[in-house]
């Protein structure tokens, strides 16, 4: 709608985890890196954390494009929050294993014997769980532990990923034997202020952008008022730029910044810093 106005090729700032505009700062590529040790080595288990909005959606899918389909055979299940055999069932299903829904025996030999037929090929086996605090039933993480189980004698048939929010944690803490099973462990903290500008320059550079739009001054406030979370800097500088395209001008500036947050306290009637995060992460 407003990338012809601002010389784009694509809208810049969407909220969807879009692998094309992962931005690969230190800390990012770190975890990457640590999670290809888990899944190569065969040890077992990672845990990845972070908050509402904080990319965990995004790098699990830039992971997932990163391991390839030759070497590496991978589920990926985005909904968890499933009773204890609906999920063992999505597993299975995501292994691309048809066995009877209803019989729990059934589930669990069909996912090992792919396992071992992918271990046989040279193939690494790897379940990629994203909102993983949405698992309610302790029986499903007693289940995930019982495929921890399924092994070699050198390594795990099956490498396990999770993605959620930090009380992930918490939840894994109480579930010892499959917290024992993790080997790595790592959590996505907010942006600082350099990192949003980089952020923001990376992103609007990716849909094409050819000059600078956001000065200085908008940045920090974009920063400040996100407080770091990718997810609440998209909202605000998608409204920004749809909001400067409106009012026609050249660049997205402090004074924009602040109109828009004015629009956004009339929308919810009393402004403070929370209420603008919370409009900002509901999106």
């Not at 845990?47 to 590496?72: D, Q, W």
């Not at 026609?248 to 306290?265: F, G, M, N, S, Y």
Request: glycine fraction near 6%.
């Amino acid at each position: 709608m407003y990338e012809d106005y601002w010389g784009l090729g694509q809208a810049p700032f969407q909220t969807v985890p879009d692998p094309d505009f992962f931005c690969p700062f230190p800390a990012y590529q770190e975890i990457l890196e640590k999670l290809f040790y888990v899944v190569v080595y065969g040890k077992g288990a990672a845990m990845i954390t972070g908050e509402i909005g904080a990319g965990k959606s995004t790098l699990s899918r830039v992971f997932l494009l990163a391991l390839g389909e030759e070497k590496y055979d991978v589920a990926l299940v985005i909904n968890p929050a499933l009773r204890r055999d609906e999920l063992l069932y999505e597993i299975a299903l995501q292994l691309g294993t048809l066995p009877p829904k209803d019989a729990r025996i059934s589930l669990f030999h069909a996912i090992n014997e792919r396992l071992r037929t992918n271990a046989d090929r040279d193939v690494r086996t790897v379940l990629i769980i994203d909102e993983a605090q949405t698992i309610t039933h302790k029986a499903a993480f007693e289940d995930l532990r019982i495929l921890m189980n399924f092994q070699v004698s050198d390594r795990h048939l099956l490498s396990l990923i999770l993605f959620g929010q930090p009380d992930l944690k918490e939840v894994i803490a109480q579930q010892r034997s499959l917290e024992q099973r993790i080997a790595i462990r790592s959590h996505l903290g907010r942006l600082g202020v350099v990192e949003t500008a980089n952020y923001i320059e990376f992103r609007l550079e990716k849909a094409g952008a050819t000059r600078p739009i956001f000065t200085d001054e908008a940045i920090n406030i974009v920063h400040w008022a996100a407080d770091g979370i990718p997810r609440s800097i998209n909202n605000l500088c998608d409204l920004c730029l749809f909001e400067g395209m409106r009012r026609k001008v050249e660049a997205v500036d402090a004074l924009l910044i602040k109109a828009v947050r004015r629009e956004l306290e009339a929308n919810r009637g009393t402004y403070t810093r929370q209420a603008l995060l919370s409009r900002l992460s509901a999106g």
